[in-house]
Nanobody, 119 residues
Framework: QVQLVESGGGSVQAGGSLRLSCAAS????????MGWFRQAPGKERAFVAA?????YYADSVRGRFTISRDNANDTVYLQLNSLKPEDTAVYYC???????????????WGQGTQVTVSS
């Protein structure tokens, strides 16, 4: 079992930055694929980024968002730069074993953190 707790969300103006954190507890963190997804009101949960040995990004965030992980502290981060109003959503941290996927089929999920970007 893995527990995930996100933090770092908030409200910013367009062009601003935020850093999301996801603290994991439970089994061996370094063996998990870690992902970030987001869900805007009325929309399906969508892939944002994932990290295993490599990093993967949705086209809509590539070049603006950066995913990283600190295996010593069981934490994964998502740096959000050049934020746009369309980035407004609840952001979820997720973990899975096996291969990376952009589908929302991860095994473990955090509770989510709200990111609101105003124009």
């Amino acid at each position: 079992q893995v527990q995930l707790v996100e933090s770092g969300g908030g409200s910013v103006q367009a062009g601003g930055s935020l850093r999301l954190s996801c603290a994991a507890s439970g089994r061996t963190f370094s063996s998990y694929v870690m992902g970030w997804f987001r869900q805007a009101p009325g929309k399906e949960r969508a892939f944002v980024a994932a990290i295993s040995r490599f990093k993967y990004y949705a086209d809509s965030v590539r070049g603006r968002f950066t995913i990283s992980r600190d295996n010593a502290n069981d934490t994964v981060y998502l740096q959000l730069n050049s934020l746009k109003p369309e980035d407004t959503a609840v952001y979820y941290c997720a973990a899975k074993t096996g291969d990376v996927t952009t589908r929302a089929t991860y095994d473990y999920w955090g509770q989510g953190t709200q990111v609101t970007v105003s124009s």
